[in-house]
């Protein structure tokens, strides 16, 4: 009994490469810095007969907290893509009378555009499916001011998440960098080039959540460690 308690620890391993419980911990810190900060501005800024708040922001936490690196939390991607988003729903709303198809409509054009315009953010979906949803419920009359209220929440929680970032140890927006003070890779016996990368990726047909150049750096530094292991370095 005790040993299959023990493996049943494993599901608490983090299922984020890379992830320890110092990042967890810096993560819930900066949420609770990041949407209080959002809420509390925002409920000072905007009278009470709207919103002051939209719930896809606690989803965009998550991603410029816990995931800073992440392509789809870069500054475009949370600003871009829950702000289009917002506007793709709430114009869908407007054309399309049935709610359920218009929120699949709406799910379904937020995701193209976002692709198109380079700012794909998942809690993109959630802001279309506000739009719609709340396009009947209440906000036929008061559209602009919800999609102003999804614009600047997301540029403040932009802002606290770069701020916040500054003293957390990851940088945002994300750069790909070298490790300071770590060995440089030796050179690749394959001549590894990005467009490598590139074909790899086109032979898996998968999308991942790391940018090119954080793959590129990553295998570089996998190489170090492979050639201290063999001992040619």
Not at 139 to 166: C, D, K, M, P, T
Request: a neutral charge.
């Amino acid at each position: 009994m005790f040993r299959a308690l023990l493996n049943g620890t494993r599901l608490f391993v983090p299922l984020l490469a890379g992830a320890s419980l110092r990042d967890r911990v810096i993560a819930s810190v900066g949420a609770v810095l990041g949407i209080g900060f959002v809420g509390l501005s925002c409920a000072a800024l905007f009278p009470s007969s709207i919103p002051w708040i939209v719930a896809p922001m606690g989803a965009s936490a998550v991603l410029l907290f816990a995931v800073p690196a992440s392509p789809l939390a870069q500054p475009w991607s949370i600003a871009g893509g829950n702000f289009v988003s917002a506007v793709v729903g709430a114009v869908v709303a407007q054309l399309i009378p049935d709610p359920a198809i218009a929120a699949a409509v709406a799910v379904s054009l937020a995701i193209l555009t976002m692709s198109l315009l380079r700012c794909l953010h998942p809690p993109g979906g959630a802001a279309a499916l506000s739009a719609v949803l709340g396009g009947y419920a209440l906000l036929s009359e008061h559209v602009v001011e919800f999609l102003f209220v999804v614009l600047v929440n997301s540029l403040l929680l932009v802002a606290i998440g770069w701020l916040f970032h500054r003293f957390s140890g990851h940088s945002y927006p994300h750069r790909a960098k070298p490790v300071e003070g770590k060995a440089l890779p030796p050179a690749p016996a394959s001549g590894l080039l990005m467009d490598d990368i590139d074909k790899a990726l086109d032979d898996l047909g998968e999308t991942f959540d790391i940018s090119r150049e954080d793959l590129a750096l990553l295998l570089e530094r996998a190489e170090v460690h492979a050639a201290a292991r063999s001992g040619t370095r």
